[in-house]
């Protein structure tokens, strides 16, 4: 069962590292990413947009993480029980409002969890390609890849401050939600 289950702690880097490569140009700032099991992908596509990206281990203290003068924070993605990991929340609840955050799945959750939500799990959870997602912002629908057994609960979400903005459209969970005046969004998605 991942109820429970600390993954995070195992996948995550040991200590903070710059990824880059040969060809980058680096003069957009700096992202500095929280690593919960980070996909290298993603690191690649804020390289390529000429940011330079900063990995730190997921239980940075966020003092150390503003040191960078972070343009932003990424949450990654990552295994596991977000309920697991409450440092990490305690953390991101320093930094909320501070630094623009955006946030993918186990970071989603672990979001959530910093602005007061709840988490749970999944009956079934979200695994493989061709999830439908609507975007209550346009009402266009997406179709997304998910690796995800928790997720947030809806009605915990603080309501004037924080929208939810994303909907699976198989079971009606949250996909995603953001908030303009703390600066930030969130995704369950990849």
């Not at 880059?20 to 099991?37: C, L, M, P, R």
């Not at 330079?52 to 343009?71: D, F, G, L, S």
């Not at 997720?151 to 908030?179: M, W, Y």
Request: proline letters at 5%; hydrophobic letters at 40%.
């Amino acid at each position: 069962a991942m109820e429970r289950l600390d993954l995070v702690s195992q996948v995550s880097c040991n200590a903070p590292y710059l990824f880059s490569e040969k060809e980058w140009k680096q003069d957009a700032g700096t992202i500095v990413v929280y690593d919960f099991g980070v996909k290298w992908n993603i690191l690649r596509h804020f390289g390529k947009r000429g940011f330079k990206v900063q990995v730190v281990p997921y239980n940075t203290p966020a003092e150390e993480v503003m040191k960078y003068r972070p343009k932003a924070i990424l949450l990654s993605n990552g295994p596991g029980d977000p309920a697991t990991v409450p440092s990490s929340v305690q953390e991101i609840q320093k930094i909320v409002g501070k630094v623009p955050i955006l946030a993918i799945c186990m970071g989603h959750q672990l979001l959530a969890r910093a602005v007061g939500a709840q988490t749970y799990k999944l009956k079934f959870g979200h695994h493989g390609i061709n999830h439908p997602v609507k975007d209550l912002s346009n009402n266009k629908i997406i179709i997304t890849s998910q690796n995800h057994g928790f997720a947030v609960r809806a009605e915990t979400l603080p309501g004037k401050e924080v929208q939810l903005n994303h909907i699976n459209l198989n079971d009606g969970t949250v996909e995603g939600f953001c908030s303009d005046s703390l600066r930030f969004y969130s995704v369950q998605f990849h």
